[in-house]
């Protein structure tokens, strides 16, 4: 297949009014109905306006997802590969621009947006690397004159559903592995951060993506993301965002046996024992916590420390906190930018109430920021609680804010009970010299990530994304794991006897 040359972008009206992308063409919601994008550290900031789709939008974009998928599935492997190349390098000429824009609608700061890029970037060029791979099983057949192989085989139309915290990386994770099986796909960015997919979409259209294989319809929840899990021509949903939704997508998913990846929410701990590094400690703490403003699935948002150093440790990252530059995320030397929403702040100040009224102990923090530099964003001052107990909701439910609670421990038996000590399984962390330790702590933590020496975030591309109990349901994105879910296996035998043959019957006695 021939790609098509890189073309200016076609995907607005008017500079800030964007649209729909179904069949290869930009248009507005079948109702007309927009909803505005605005910049979460200055509200006053436009970023765009997007069609709010329903239920006749998604049912255009699946249509035409059906129609694509009927050649995309036959072009071969190493040939939609390169499509996935040409984008790779479309976006690491674009990376500035898109990371700018990234802040400007999502709000954390330009080195976590040109990352989030990154993501995508090194996304591309795993996947495309995969459709000279997608490697299959030959194994001998139980019958002479028999071939028998396994294959995988695309799924057909993906439904995906996108969360605002990484706006181009997560659906770079669902859209490049989907297409590189040979899918086509429908996407639904969140509401909060539609530009980013866009501008991912965008790329891979210029790239030479025929019209089709990727549908994006922008809009809320309810409205445009529940009738894409349940259109009947979609086969699989991919979903990332909270457990409350993950729970009602997979449950409609299954009821309509339709395979469904769902990537949730997580409560995730890190482990400093009293031989560990301390600086190193409060160096990954600062960043594990209050990186992405702590709107990170794999946040660290609890830390045990072992009672010999709690107070030093607790003293020094409450130091550090306190230094942290918070602002506008594309001004230099601003190291915490916004909360997305109002609702987040909310969110965030509900917490820091019930962990008060726990009994929790307010170290530093918590509370909105209102000051000149941030009267017109959603900004919260970094927080961190202390003398946090494992029962307490501060220490349980994920807050998706820059709040972090600290709990103390006597052994090392102890904390990893405390780190198991909750309903989700996403991400953990260790901080120790002894090697021994190390290892056990990998092998008895209960969650799909264990950093050693490193806070609780930084997941790479080319490994498996995905954790245990409310965290996921079992799958895995990134790494060959995601092809897991991208591709059915089909089992062939060939049978070139020219007789008949009965498995397990003529077993040739
Ligand atoms: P968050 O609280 O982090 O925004 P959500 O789970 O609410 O996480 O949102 C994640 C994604 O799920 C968003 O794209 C959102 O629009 C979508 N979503 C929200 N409600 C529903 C729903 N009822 N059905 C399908 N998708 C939904």
């Known amino acids: 297949m021939k790609a098509s040359k890189p073309k200016a972008s076609s995907s607005t009206t008017t500079k800030h009014n964007y649209l729909n992308l179904i069949g290869g063409h930009w248009q507005p919601a079948a109702g007309g109905a927009t909803f505005k994008n605005r910049n979460p550290a200055d509200t006053s900031d436009l970023v765009g306006t997007f069609p709010a789709s329903t239920v006749k ?51 954390k700061v330009l080195d976590e947006t040109r ?10 060029f795993y996947m495309a690397g995969e459709g000279r791979r997608m490697f299959g099983q030959t194994t001998p057949s139980e019958l002479q004159s028999k071939f ?3 294959v995988r085989m695309p799924v057909g139309v993906i ?33 909060d951060t539609p530009l980013s997919t866009l501008n991912l979409v965008q790329t891979l259209m210029d790239a030479g993506l025929p019209p089709g294989v990727v549908n994006i319809v922008f809009g809320f929840g309810p409205e445009a993301g529940a009738p894409l899990v349940e259109h009947p021509g979609v086969d699989a949903v991919s979903f990332t965002g909270s457990s409350e939704v993950g729970r009602m997508v997979g449950q409609t998913a299954a009821g309509l046996f339709k395979p469904c990846s769902l990537e949730m929410g997580g409560k995730n701990a890190m482990i400093v024992m009293d031989d560990a590094d301390l600086n190193l400690a409060v160096e990954g703490a600062l960043w594990g916590a209050f990186g992405t403003t702590g709107q990170r699935c794999t946040a660290t948002s609890r830390i045990l420390l072992h009672k010999k150093i709690a107070g030093k440790f607790t003293r020094e990252l409450v130091k550090a906190a306190e230094k942290l530059r918070v602002g506008n995320g594309l001004n230099d030397g601003v190291q915490m930018g916004p909360q997305v929403n ?9 917490y820091i109430k019930i962990a008060r009224e726990d009994g929790a102990t307010l170290e530093t923090g918590g509370k909105r920021l209102t000051g000149k530099a941030h009267a017109n964003g959603y900004f919260f001052a970094p927080t961190i609680f202390s003398g946090v107990k494992s029962k307490m909701r501060i220490a349980q439910e994920e807050v998706f804010g820059p709040v972090v609670a600290l709990l103390e421990f006597k052994s090392f038996e102890e904390a990893v009970e405390i780190a198991n000590g909750i309903s989700y399984g996403l991400s953990t962390s260790i901080y120790t010299r002894d090697v021994n330790r190390a290892y056990r702590a990998m092998r008895d933590l209960e969650a799909g990530i264990t950093y050693v020496n490193a806070p609780t975030i930084g997941a790479e591309v080319h490994l498996p994304f995905g954790g245990v109990r409310k965290t996921g349901n079992g799958h895995r994105e990134g790494g060959t794991t995601a092809l897991d879910f991208y591709t059915t296996w089909k089992a062939v035998y060939v049978d070139y006897s020219e007789r008949l043959q009965r498995a397990q019957i003529d077993t040739g006695e």
């Open 57 to 107: 939008d998604v049912d255009a974009a699946v249509r035409a997802a059906r129609e694509a998928f009927k050649t995309w599935r036959l072009t071969p492997a190493p040939k939609r590969a390169e499509i996935l190349y040409r984008t790779g390098t479309l976006l690491a000429e674009r990376k500035e621009e898109y990371a700018r824009l990234m802040t400007r609608e999502m709000g």
């Open 342 to 350: 109002q609702q987040q702040v909310e969110t965030s100040e509900r």
């Open 148 to 150: 028998a192989m396994s």
């Open 159 to 191: 439904g995906m559903i996108a969360p605002w915290n990484f706006p181009m990386a997560i659906p770079s994770w669902k859209l490049f592995p989907a297409l590189v099986c040979g899918n086509a796909c429908v996407i639904k960015p969140a509401e």
């Open 115 to 124: 990352g989030d890029v990154q993501e995508a970037i090194d996304t591309a």
